[in-house]
């Protein structure tokens, strides 16, 4: 009931396609919900985050989608780039415990 | 500034050898501190959290330890590593009693 489903694993788009990573999760206490960004030998980096009460949220050509029926949330990358490729991971957290359950991650490569 | 130091950058060290990485972070008091260790194409695994100074949660039993001697230093210690310890070390705090969790740029540890 602590996990965070993500997929797909790894991702290919061409140039200015908008690649789709999604997530799902079980614990209905879960209030938060985060998008990292991660390059190679870096720490992740915050992205995008949500929480439930709304269905959606926009942070330039970043867009989390949520679907608080389904337990699912989903990052859509628009007019992506080749400087996205990178590993991007969602996360699930509720305010009453200080941790945060990460997905799998999904590696995303866009090609020039 | 609210940077967060880890070092070393990267780290060699012989199975059976002790262990110390350092986290410090700037800024805002009381922060929320955390250890996770990424192996490598994989996700991230949280290690130990911390609420405030000499206050230690332990997520996984393994042959680490975690001490905060001061408000905004975390240590990841070992007495004797395993060649599994080989990964990559993330510090990450948040603001305050704030959800979001940010990374530092991460420790390297192999073990040979």
């Known amino acids: 009931q602590q996990q965070v489903k993500q997929s797909p694993q790894s991702l290919i788009v061409q140039k200015g396609g908008i690649p789709i990573i999604n997530c799902a999760y079980e614990n209905t206490a879960f209030d938060y919900f985060p998008w990292y960004q991660q390059f190679p030998g870096k720490g992740p980096a915050l992205l995008i985050a949500i929480r439930p009460d709304v269905s959606e949220k926009k942070e330039g050509r970043f867009t989390i989608s949520f679907n608080k029926s389904a337990k699912q949330f989903s990052l859509h990358i628009m007019d992506s780039q080749p400087g996205d490729s990178a590993t991007y991971f969602c996360a699930a957290s509720d305010s009453g415990t200080y941790k945060y359950i990460f997905g799998t991650g999904t590696r995303l490569k866009v090609l020039a | 500034s609210q940077t967060i130091h880890q070092w070393p950058a990267t780290l060699v060290q012989p199975v059976g050898s002790p262990l110390s990485l350092e986290c410090t972070v700037e800024g805002t008091s009381n922060p929320n501190l955390y250890w996770y260790r990424q192996a490598a194409g994989r996700g991230l695994q949280l290690l130990f959290y911390?609420?405030?100074?000499g206050q230690i949660s332990s997520e996984v039993p393994q042959n680490l330890s975690a001490s905060r001697p001061q408000d905004r230093q975390f240590i990841l210690s070992s007495k004797k590593l395993l060649l599994s310890d080989s990964g990559f070390y993330l510090c990450a705090r948040t603001w305050g009693s704030g959800e979001t969790q940010y990374f530092g740029p991460g420790t390297r540890l192999l073990v040979l």
């Open positions: 911390s609420v405030g100074i």
